[in-house]
C-alpha cells in the first residue's frame, strides 16, 4: 500500500458558496484594501500589488489600475484639508489655504465635503463625536449635522451639558436647514417646541436660566415656536418632515413620527401599488437626471434574474450640494426606507449604499442605522444593505461608473444600453437611485401619490430641496414645492442681495447672472429651458469678487482631472478645452481659437458618453456669454 | 424582441438578428461606419465615439456600435454633422499622436490613418502634444514591441486580454488625459502575467503594439489558410507570406475552433520553418559509427530498398516497422500504414499516440464503443459544469484553456482532479488533489457517493441505455468514501462536494489529459471516468461528454488513419477478414492478418533481433520516451534506422538514413483537431533545400521499392481512397474540405452534416457499458531510497520534443526543465529554490535546477522534459499501462541527492 508518511489529505472546496471567477470583478473590498494599506504603508510595492492581487482574487495590472484611478489611493502626507468646491472657493478658500500653509501647515484639497454653507470647510483628521444626554426634565434639541458642527453646535452642547441640571435631555437631531439660524436650540416648553438661534456658547448660561425662570421667549436669540418660524411655514417637507425632529438613531421616536409608514403601506399594497403611487407621485430622479423613477423600478422589476440589487447613490459630488448628507445625518431610516420598498418592489437580494469618503459622519450614523433596522427585523431575511465607500472619483457619481466602482474596478463610465435595471452591478439587475430619490419614494408612500402628485407643476411634481450656498448672506437648505422663479425662492428663503452670479446644478450646471433668475422657472423643465439644469437642487452663489475667467478655468480643470478617460471626446476634449481657454482673452490667444473652441463645444456636448464631458462645456459657455469682458470681448456692461 | 427583423441604413433595408447592434448589421452589409474602439472580435465598448449615426425620431447621435438595432428603426450614417463630429474626434485624436506616419511601422496598416482619410482631415488646429512621447518602446517581449507613444488608448487590448485571452494582465494607469495602458504593475511586458498570446498586439488599431516580425517586413503579400501544427486544438490561421517567408500568422475569426484567439506558439512560434537547423539533403551512412554523407533522393531510397529487402529476405517482414507521426497529416499516416501492410507486409505500424492518449482510445472504446471525444469545444461555452482531470490546458492546450476561463467568467461551475494545484485548479470551486495514479479510485468512489445520495440518471436512461449497471455497482460496493479518501488522501467532505456537484447540475462535461492516460492503469481510469458520465446520464447531449485534450495536432487522425498495429482506418480490426479483405481488395495485395506490435514492442524485440529496422517519421522518441537509456540503446542495435524528421533530432542522430521533410506550412493535407475536426493544411512555403512533403517520400519510397501506393500526385486521392474504405469517412470529400467549413466526423454520407455530439440516441457500440476495473495501486511506488513521485507535464512555452520551440523566441521565457519541489521537503533537504540537484532512480540520475512551489504535493516532483541535455526521461522507467503500453509518465518514483 501506498506510504502514509509521504502524503497528507488533500482538496479545496474553494467557496462554500461556489462564487464563480472573474479577476475583473475583485469587489468593491480591493478598494477598502487598498486604501487602508496606502493609509498605513503608503504605496504598495510591485509585490505586495501582487499579493493583494492574490487575496483579492484578481491580478496585478487590475489592482495597479484601479490604485492608478482613484485619487484617495495615493499617499497623503497633508496636516489639513480644504475645501476647493465652489460653494467653498466662492467664500474664499484659495485665501484660507495659503494662510494654512503659511502656518506651517501642509495643506491638501479636496472638493466637497458637503459643509457648502459654511465654508471655507477647513478639515482635520479629527472625529468630534456629537454629545448629548438623556432625562425627564428639560427636553432640549441641537442639531448634530456636519455643518451645525462646524458653525458651533458641539461647543453649544459643551457649554449646556455644564449648565443644565442632570434631569435635562439633550437630543442630537439633524439640521432644519435653516444655517443662517445656527447653532440653534430648540427646547420643549409646555409642549411647543421653541427655537433659538443663532446660539453661541457665550450665549448658554443666559438662555438656560432665562429658561428656568420662564422668560426664555424673551432671550435676545430667541425666535419663537419652530413651526411658526415663517422659515419653516412657507416649506412644504415631504423628504425633510422629520429631519430636525428627534434622533435619527432613536429608531422607536422615528417609527412614531411616522418612519417606515410608507413600507408597511407599500408591503401592504404590493409591487404594482407602489409603482401606481410614485407615478402618481410624479417622483423624478433627484440626482440630476430626473428620470421617471416608476418606468426604471418597473424596468427592474421585469427582469427574471433572481439575483438584483438596489444601490443609492450617496456620492454627492456636486460642490455646493448636501442635501444627501443631511439625510444620511438627520433622517437616514428615510433612505433605509425608500431602499426596502424598492427592493421589495423589484425583488432585490442586495443594497449598497456608495457614499462618498468625504462624509465620515454620515456614513457612522447610516451604518448605525441599519444595524438598527436590520436587528429590527424590517430587512426581511433575504436582504441586507452594505455601505461601500468612495475612493476619491467624481464620475463615481455617474451611476455606470458608480457600479464599476462597486465591483472593484476603475471607475469608468459604461456605454448604454445595457442599462443598470437590465444589466447593473455584476451583471445582474440593478436600480441606481440618488439618496433624495429614496427619501422622496418613502414620503410619497407614506403621504400618498396624490398628495405629492398634485402639488408642483405639470412635470416636476412635489417639492424641490433647494440647497443656497456660497457668497450669500442667507446660505439655507429648504424643501418647497416646484414652480415659481428661481428669484422667487432666493426672495423667500434667501437673498440676492450682492450676488452677482448663480450656477445651478454643479460644477457642469449653467451659470446666471443674478438678474436673470425671476424669469427662470423653478422645476427640472424650466432650468432646461434657460439651457441650464436643476441638477441636485444646489444653487452656488457669487458675489461682487465673481472673477468669471478664474471660475471657468478651474471648473474646465477640474473635469480635465475628473475625466474617467474613456471616451476619447471627454479624455482629450477637457484638456484641448483648458488650454484653448488659457489662451483665449489673454496675450496668446491664437486667431482661430474661438471658433475651435466652439467646434470642440459641439464634439464634446453631442458624443460624449457621459454627462461629465456632454456638459463640460455648459458652465463655460454660459459664463462666456454673459460675461465677455473677462474673456477679452464685448463688456456686457 | 427574439425575430429577426428589418432595419433601414442610408436608405437600405437590411434583416438583423435579435441582439445585434446598429454597427454589427452595417458591417455585415458592407457599410463602413468609421471606429477605432469598436472590433468584431469584442464586446462593444463605445468609447471612441467615432461611430455617431443618426436615428429617425430619436435625440442626439448614438454610437452606433452600443445600440441595439430595433425593428423599423432607421439609421443615417452619414450626414454633414456627422462627419463634423467625426471629423473632431479625429482632430482629438491627432492632436496627441505622433506625426510621423510615413516611417511609422503601422504605415498602411492603421486604423487611425484610415479614419483620418474618411474624415478628410487636413489641418490639426491643436498644439500637436503626444501624451506619452517620454516613455520608451517596451522591447522586451520577443515576439511584440509596446509603443506607449502611438497608443490612442482604445483599451482594445485590455478587453482582448480580459474578455478572450482571460489572463487580466493589462490595465491603464492614471485617468482622463493622463490615461496610459500599463502592463502588469506598470512593468515591462515579459516581467508581467502576459503570456504572449498575442491577442493584443492583433486588436490594436495603430502602431503601439507591433508584432517584431511584421514591424521589420512590412504587409504580407500572400495570405494562407492553414491549421496550427503545436496541440490537437486545431486552430485556424491566416499564413502571412512575403517573398517566401512567413510574416506573421493571424488567427482566424471565422473558425469555430478558435474563434480568432492563438497563443504564443500558434501566433508566434512558426518561424521555426526558416532556422539554419532544417534538415535539407537526404544523408546515408553504412553504419553508426560513419558520417553521414549527403546524397541524391534516389541515392537514398534505393539504399533502404536494398537494405529492407534483404532483411525482409533473411528475418521475414516482421523485421520491419514503422512509427508515425501524431504531428504529421492524415495522408501521410494512412500512407505509412499502407507502406507498411501493402508493401512490407507487416501491420508493425504504430504512432506517437501510443505514449500520450492511447488508454483514452481503450478506455472509451470499452464504455462507448469509440475512441474519440464525444461532443466539441463549443460545448464548454454552454455547459453547466466542467469536470478537469489531469490536464492543464492553461499550458498545454492554451486556446482551449482560455475559453474555460472564459465560461468560469460566464459562472460555468468547475471541478478539477489534478495533484497539482495548477492555474485551473487555483481558480475551480472545487480542486481534488488527489494522490498520483489513483484515478480509478477516485472516480468510483465519486459514483458510489452518488448512488447513494440517488443522483444517478433517472432509470429510463440506466435501463435503456446502459448495460453492466449491477456488475458495476458491485465493484464499487467497497469503494466508499472512507476507503476512497484513504486512497487518494482527498478528504471525504471534498469527495462528497465533487460528486454531488458534478451529478447535480443539468449538464456537465469532462475534459481530460494525459494526467488520466499516463499511467500503470490509465485505460481502467478513463473507463471510470467514463462510467461516470454514464451513470448520471451526461453523454449524448449538448455541454456533457468525455472530452480528451490532444497533445498533437494531429493525435486523432494519426489513430483515425490505421497508424496503429491492431486496425485499419476508423478503428477497423485488421483481425477481422471482412476488414482484410476490402483493405486487400483496394490496395491490391494480400494484407497480413497477424497484428502488429506497438512500438515500444517493437523496440524491446531489437536486441532479440526480431526487429532490424525501423521507420521513423517525425517521432523523436531517443528524447520523449521513458527508460531513455535503453530506447537509445534499442535504435542504436537496429540495421536500419530511417528517420525522416525536418530536424537533426536525438533520434535522428542515431539514423543510417535521414530524409529531410517538409515542415506544416510547406505541406498538403489534413489533420483531425481533438473533436474529430477534419481541417486543410495548406501549403504556404517551398520546403528548404531538398526537403519534401511527407507523403510525397513514404509515396516515393513504395515506388523505389517496386509497388507504388498512390494513384496521382495529389494528395486529395490519398484521402479520397481512405475515405472509401472507412465507413464514418465515407461522406467526407476531399474537396470539400478544401471548400466548406471542416467536418466532425462520423460523416457517413455525404448528405450527413457531420457530428459535433456522438451517442445521441445509441452509443457506438449499441449499449453504453459500465465498464468495472478493480483499483489496483500504480506500479511505481515510493520507497526508502526512491521516496519522491515524480510527475511530467508541459510548459506553455515549449512543445513536448521541443525541437520546434527551442528553435524560436520561446527559448527566452523558458531555457530549461525546472523540478518543481513543494518548500517543506525542499526545507528538510536543505534546498533553496534555484538550487541544482541530483535527480535520481535505478536508470540514471541527473542534474537539474529546483524551483520551490506550493503548487506540487508534498513527496511529489514535477517537471517537463522539453530539453534533451537534462535527460529527464533517461530517469523515467518503462513501466506502462498493461492494455495500450503507454507509459507511467505521471508516476515515477525517484530520488533526490543534493549535490
Redesign the interface.
Known amino acids: ?3 502514509r508518511e ?10 462554500e458558496e ?1 462564487s ?5 470583478r475583485p469587489g468593491h473590498k480591493l478598494l477598502d484594501i487598498l486604501k487602508e494599506e496606502i493609509r498605513t504603508k503608503g504605496q504598495p510595492s ?1 509585490e505586495r ?2 499579493e493583494i492581487a492574490s487575496i483579492t482574487g ?8 484601479v490604485i ?2 482613484y485619487s484617495e489611493l495615493k499617499p497623503d502626507n497633508s496636516t489639513v484639508r480644504v475645501c476647493m468646491g465652489e460653494s467653498c472657493r466662492a467664500r474664499g478658500s484659495e485665501l484660507v489655504a495659503e494662510f494654512l500653509a503659511k502656518e506651517g501647515d501642509t495643506v491638501g484639497t479636496l472638493h466637497c465635503a458637503g459643509l457648502c454653507t459654511s465654508g471655507p470647510a477647513v478639515l482635520r483628521d479629527e472625529e468630534i463625536v456629537p454629545m448629548g444626554c438623556t432625562g425627564t426634565g428639560l427636553q432640549l434639541f441641537v442639531s448634530m449635522d456636519s455643518i451645525s458642527q462646524k458653525l458651533g453646535s458641539e461647543e453649544v452642547v459643551q457649554s449646556l451639558l455644564q449648565e443644565v441640571d442632570d434631569t435635562a435631555a439633550i437630543t442630537r437631531t439633524g439640521s432644519r436647514g435653516l444655517f443662517h439660524l445656527e447653532p440653534m436650540i430648540e427646547v420643549d416648553i409646555d409642549g411647543t417646541r421653541h427655537a433659538f438661534g443663532p446660539v453661541q456658547a457665550t450665549d448658554v448660561s443666559s438662555l438656560v436660566k432665562a429658561i428656568t425662570n420662564g422668560s426664555a421667549t424673551e432671550h435676545p436669540t430667541a425666535l419663537g415656536p419652530i413651526d411658526s418660524l415663517s422659515e419653516m411655514k412657507s416649506q412644504t417637507r415631504f423628504a425633510l418632515a422629520r429631519v430636525g425632529i428627534e434622533n435619527p438613531l432613536n429608531l422607536a421616536g422615528q417609527k412614531e413620527i411616522g418612519a417606515y409608514s410608507g413600507l408597511t403601506k407599500a408591503r401592504d399594497g404590493g409591487a404594482e401599488f407602489v409603482l401606481q403611487e410614485l407615478e402618481a407621485g410624479g417622483l423624478r430622479g433627484r440626482g440630476g437626471a430626473g428620470f421617471p423613477t416608476h418606468f426604471k423600478w418597473k424596468s427592474a422589476m421585469q427582469q427574471g434574474d433572481p439575483i438584483k440589487h438596489v444601490v443609492a447613490n450617496a456620492d454627492e459630488g456636486d460642490a455646493g450640494t448636501f442635501i444627501d448628507r443631511m439625510l444620511m445625518e438627520g433622517d437616514p431610516h428615510s433612505l433605509i426606507e425608500g431602499m426596502l420598498i424598492c427592493a421589495e418592489t423589484i425583488g432585490a437580494t442586495q443594497g449598497w449604499v456608495y457614499l462618498r469618503s468625504e462624509y465620515p459622519q454620515a456614513k457612522r450614523i447610516l451604518q448605525s442605522a441599519i444595524d438598527s433596522a436590520r436587528e429590527d427585523g424590517l430587512f426581511g431575511k433575504d436582504f441586507d444593505i452594505t455601505i461601500a465607500l468612495g475612493a476619491g ?1 467624481y464620475v463615481c457619481g455617474e451611476e455606470t461608473a458608480l457600479l464599476e466602482s462597486l465591483e472593484g474596478r ?2 469608468e463610465v459604461r ?3 445595457p442599462y443598470p435595471t437590465e444589466q447593473g452591478l455584476f451583471g445582474h439587475p440593478t436600480i441606481v437611485n440618488n439618496v433624495l430619490t429614496f427619501s422622496m419614494a418613502a414620503a410619497i408612500m407614506r403621504e400618498g401619490g396624490s398628495v405629492v402628485g398634485n402639488i408642483g407643476t405639470e412635470r416636476s411634481k412635489g417639492t424641490v430641496v433647494a440647497q443656497i450656498s456660497g457668497d450669500v448672506g442667507i446660505p439655507t437648505c429648504v424643501e418647497i414645492p416646484f414652480g415659481g422663479s428661481v428669484a422667487d425662492l432666493f426672495n423667500n428663503h434667501s437673498s440676492l442681495d450682492e450676488v452677482v452670479a448663480v450656477q445651478v446644478g454643479g460644477p457642469l450646471g449653467g451659470v446666471f447672472a443674478a438678474e436673470e433668475l425671476e424669469n427662470i422657472e423653478l422645476s427640472f423643465e424650466g432650468l432646461t429651458s434657460a439651457d441650464g439644469l436643476l441638477g441636485h437642487g444646489g444653487f452656488v452663489c457669487y458675489g461682487s469678487n465673481f472673477k468669471p475667467r478664474t471660475e471657468v478655468l478651474g471648473w474646465m480643470r477640474f473635469f ?17 478645452a483648458l ?1 484653448l481657454l488659457e489662451r483665449i482673452g489673454t496675450d496668446s490667444e491664437k486667431e ?1 481659437d474661438r471658433i ?1 473652441l466652439a ?2 463645444d ?2 464634446m456636448t ?4 457621459c454627462a461629465l464631458g456632454g456638459l463640460a462645456m455648459n458652465p463655460v459657455r454660459s459664463t462666456m456669454k454673459r460675461w465677455p469682458a473677462s474673456f477679452g470681448g464685448e463688456s456686457n456692461e | 424582441m427574439s425575430e429577426p427583423f428589418l432595419v433601414t441604413i442610408d436608405g437600405q433595408e437590411f434583416a438583423g438578428q435579435p441582439g445585434q447592434t446598429i454597427m454589427e448589421i452595417a458591417r455585415d452589409n458592407g457599410i463602413n461606419i468609421p471606429s477605432l474602439c469598436d472590433s468584431p472580435h469584442l464586446d462593444s465598448f463605445g468609447s471612441c465615439r467615432m461611430c455617431v449615426v443618426e436615428i429617425d425620431g430619436r435625440r442626439g447621435t448614438p454610437s452606433s456600435c452600443t445600440t441595439p438595432a430595433d425593428n423599423g428603426m432607421v439609421v443615417s450614417t452619414t450626414s454633414d454633422k456627422l462627419w463634423r463630429l467625426r471629423k473632431g474626434i479625429t482632430e482629438l485624436y491627432v492632436s496627441e499622436h505622433p506625426l510621423d506616419c510615413l516611417t511609422c511601422t503601422a504605415n498602411g496598416d492603421c486604423e487611425l490613418q484610415d479614419v483620418a482619410a474618411d474624415v478628410g482631415l487636413r489641418e490639426l488646429r491643436y498644439d500637436n502634444q503626444p501624451a506619452c512621447e517620454s516613455i520608451p518602446i517596451d522591447e522586451s517581449n520577443p515576439f511584440f514591441t509596446f509603443d506607449a507613444s502611438k497608443c490612442i488608448v482604445c483599451s482594445r487590448c485590455i478587453r482582448a486580454c480580459d474578455d478572450t485571452q482571460a489572463t487580466h494582465a493589462l490595465s491603464i494607469d492614471g485617468r482622463g488625459f493622463s490615461s496610459r495602458i500599463i502592463a502588469g504593475v506598470d512593468e515591462l511586458f515579459m516581467d508581467s502575467d502576459c503570456v504572449s498570446c498575442g491577442a493584443c498586439v492583433n486588436e490594436c488599431p495603430v502602431g503601439a503594439l507591433e508584432d517584431r516580425v511584421e514591424r521589420s517586413s512590412g504587409i504580407p503579400d500572400k495570405w494562407v489558410r492553414t491549421t496550427c501544427a503545436f496541440c490537437g486544438v486545431g486552430c485556424q490561421f491566416d499564413a502571412g507570406i512575403k517573398g517566401g517567408k512567413l510574416v506573421t500568422m493571424v488567427p482566424a475569426a471565422d473558425s469555430p475552433v478558435n474563434q480568432g484567439h492563438a497563443c504564443v506558439k500558434g501566433r508566434f512560434a512558426s518561424a521555426y520553418i526558416h532556422h539554419a537547423d532544417r534538415l535539407k539533403f537526404p544523408m546515408i551512412r553504412e553504419s553508426i559509427n560513419d558520417e553521414l554523407r549527403q546524397v541524391s533522393w534516389d541515392e537514398a531510397y534505393s539504399f533502404i530498398a536494398q537494405r529492407w529487402k534483404q532483411i525482409k529476405s533473411e528475418s521475414g517482414p516482421h523485421a520491419i516497422g514503422s512509427i508515425t507521426s501524431s504531428r504529421s497529416t492524415n495522408e501521410l499516416n494512412y500512407l505509412g500504414s499502407k507502406l507498411m501492410r501493402a508493401v512490407i507486409g507487416t501491420n508493425n505500424i504504430d504512432n506517437c499516440a501510443r505514449v500520450c492518449h492511447s488508454a483514452t482510445v481503450k478506455g472509451m472504446m470499452t464504455v462507448f464503443g469509440a475512441g474519440a471525444g464525444t461532443n466539441s469545444l463549443d460545448d464548454i461555452d454552454h455547459t453547466d459544469l466542467l469536470l478537469v482531470s489531469g490536464c492543464n490546458p492553461i499550458h498545454g492546450h492554451p486556446v482551449t484553456g482560455s475559453r474555460i476561463r472564459r465560461a468560469r467568467m460566464r459562472g460555468m461551475k468547475m471541478i478539477v482532479v489534478d495533484p497539482k494545484a495548477t492555474e485551473l485548479a487555483q481558480m475551480a470551486d472545487i480542486h481534488v488533489q488527489l494522490r498520483p495514479g489513483t484515478n480509478v479510485a477516485l472516480y468510483q468512489g465519486l459514483a458510489h457517493i452518488i448512488l447513494r445520495e440517488n443522483m444517478q440518471a433517472d432509470s429510463e436512461w440506466l435501463d435503456s441505455r446502459t448495460e453492466n449497471l449491477d456488475p458495476f455497482k458491485a465493484m464499487i460496493q467497497d469503494m466508499t468514501p472512507e476507503v476512497c479518501s484513504e486512497i487518494t488522501t482527498v478528504p471525504v467532505e471534498t469527495l462528497e462536494a465533487a460528486a454531488i456537484y458534478y451529478a447535480s447540475v443539468p449538464s456537465a462535461m469532462a475534459v481530460h489529459g494525459l494526467g488520466m492516460t499516463e499511467h500503470s492503469h490509465g485505460s481502467e481510469g478513463v473507463m471510470a471516468l467514463s462510467s461516470l458520465a454514464l451513470l448520471t446520464g451526461n453523454v449524448g447531449r449538448k455541454g456533457t461528454g468525455i472530452n480528451p485534450l490532444r497533445g498533437q495536432n494531429n493525435v486523432q487522425g494519426s489513430c483515425d488513419m490505421g497508424a496503429l498495429p491492431n486496425v485499419y482506418t476508423n478503428y477497423q480490426s485488421v483481425a477481422d477478414p471482412e476488414n482484410r479483405a476490402a483493405f486487400s481488395k483496394v490496395w491490391g495485395v494480400e494484407a497480413p492478418a497477424e497484428p502488429g506490435l506497438t512500438y515500444p514492442e517493437m523496440l524491446r524485440q531489437v536486441e532479440s533481433g526480431n526487429v532490424r529496422s525501423l521507420y521513423l517519421i517525425g517521432s523523436d522518441i531517443a528524447h520523449t520516451d521513458p527508460d531513455n537509456l535503453a530506447v537509445i540503446k534499442a535504435l542504436s542495435g537496429l540495421d536500419l534506422l530511417i528517420v525522416q524528421d525536418i530536424f537533426m533530432c536525438e533520434t535522428a542522430k542515431l539514423a543510417h538514413v535521414i530524409l529531410p521533410a517538409a515542415s506544416f506550412l510547406e505541406s498538403d493535407g489534413t489533420y483531425t483537431n481533438g473533436e474529430r475536426r477534419i481541417q486543410r493544411v495548406r501549403k504556404a512555403v517551398d520546403p528548404p533545400g531538398q526537403a519534401k512533403q511527407d507523403w510525397i517520400i513514404v509515396s516515393e519510397l513504395a515506388e523505389a521499392l517496386g509497388h507504388p501506393i498512390i494513384t496521382s500526385n495529389d494528395v486529395s486521392d490519398i484521402w479520397d481512397e481512405l475515405a472509401s474504405l472507412t465507413p464514418n469517412f465515407r461522406g467526407i470529400d476531399y474537396s470539400n474540405l478544401d471548400n466548406s467549413e471542416a467536418v466532425q466526423w462520423p460523416k457517413p454520407t455525404a448528405e450527413h452534416p457531420g457530428t459535433s455530439i456522438m451517442h445521441i440516441g445509441e452509443f457506438s457500440r449499441g449499449l453504453g457499458n459500465f465498464a468495472a476495473p478493480k483499483y489496483a495501486e500504480p506500479n511505481e511506488q515510493a520507497s526508502k531510497e526512491y521516496p519522491f513521485i515524480l510527475i511530467t507535464g508541459r510548459n506553455l512555452f515549449h512543445y513536448n520534443a521541443g525541437t520546434q520551440t527551442r528553435r524560436t523566441g520561446l527559448s527566452e521565457f523558458r531555457e530549461t526543465d525546472l523540478l518543481e519541489m513543494h518548500p517543506v521537503d525542499a526545507n528538510a533537504m536543505g534546498i533553496s529554490d534555484g538550487d541544482t540537484v541530483w535527480l535520481t532512480s535505478p536508470r540514471n540520475r541527473i542534474e537539474m535546477q529546483v524551483e520551490v512551489t506550493n503548487n506540487v504535493r508534498k513527496g511529489n516532483l514535477f517537471t517537463t522534459f522539453h530539453f534533451p541535455d537534462i535527460g529527464v526521461n533517461t530517469v523515467l522507467s518503462s513501466s506502462a499501462d498493461g492494455y495500450t503500453h503507454c507509459p507511467e509518465y505521471k508516476v515515477q518514483a525517484v530520488g533526490i541527492e543534493v549535490q
Open positions: 500500500m501506498f506510504s509521504l502524503d497528507s489529505l488533500y482538496g479545496v472546496i474553494m467557496t461556489y464563480g471567477w472573474d479577476p475583473g510591485a500589488v501582487r484578481t491580478t496585478a495590472a487590475k489592482v495597479r489600475g492608478g484611478y472619483s476603475r471607475g456605454a448604454r444600453p480635465r482631472d475628473e475625466s474617467c478617460g474613456k471616451c476619447t471626446p471627454c479624455r482629450i476634449g477637457t484638456q484641448r488650454e482661430g475651435l467646434d470642440l459641439e464634439v453631442e458624443t460624449s458618453l
